[in-house]
């Protein structure tokens, strides 16, 4: 069995035993139990219930019945068989050249970061990071055949990467 991390207990929740699950990727949530990293080895904790919580999961674990127990699991880093983690697909931009109307070609797209509410291209040019806004209203064209993502960067954004 392979085992990847999925996210990490943030805090206790409750006074009977429940933690906030913090975690960034998705995973089938029939998902019976969970590993906890503890001093080199991971042990298993079975899960007895699990719901969304905010930004997170709120878990009851079997054995873990009170705070002072779920306090002891605070900041662990939890893991999950990899056969219930949902690999996320790859942004379909990923590997266009971008290319903006008044700066030409700027670089290649690396992939999408931020949130759902603000998504933002990731493009490398000469070794710096540029991030800029992933909106239709500043999408002029895609041609799928090249590979090129033509942009129409906000007045300034590009060159504040760009400056020494």
């Known amino acids: 069995m392979s085992l990847t991390p999925i996210g990490y207990f943030?805090?206790?929740?409750?006074l009977k035993g429940?933690?906030?699950?913090?975690?960034?990727?998705?995973?089938?949530?029939?998902m019976n139990v969970v590993f906890i990293d503890s001093k080199g080895s991971q042990a298993p904790y079975f899960i007895e219930e699990m719901t969304e919580f905010n930004k997170g999961f709120l878990v009851k674990l079997e054995g873990?019945?009170?705070?002072?127990?779920?306090?002891?699991?605070?900041?662990?880093?939890?893991?999950?068989?990899d056969?219930?983690?949902i690999e996320e697909d790859e942004f379909e931009f990923t590997g266009y050249t971008l290319?903006?109307?008044?700066k030409?070609?700027?670089?290649?797209?690396?992939?999408?970061?931020?949130s759902?509410?603000?998504?933002?291209?990731n493009i490398v040019k000469n070794g710096k990071e540029i991030l800029l806004p992933f909106a239709g209203d500043l999408i002029v064209k895609v041609l799928k055949g090249k590979k090129q993502?033509?942009?129409?960067?906000p007045e300034g954004l590009i060159d504040m990467y760009l400056e020494e």
């Open 10 to 14: 943030s805090k206790p929740h409750g």
């Open 99 to 102: 290319i903006d109307q008044q």
């Open 83 to 85: 056969k219930f983690v």
């Open 149 to 153: 993502l033509f942009y129409n960067a």
């Open 116 to 121: 759902d509410g603000n998504p933002l291209l």
């Open 104 to 114: 030409g070609e700027i670089g290649v797209i690396e992939g999408l970061e931020g």
């Open 18 to 30: 429940h933690l906030v699950l913090f975690t960034e990727l998705d995973f089938d949530e029939s």
């Open 64 to 81: 873990i019945n009170d705070v002072n127990a779920a306090g002891l699991l605070k900041n662990k880093e939890v893991l999950a068989d």
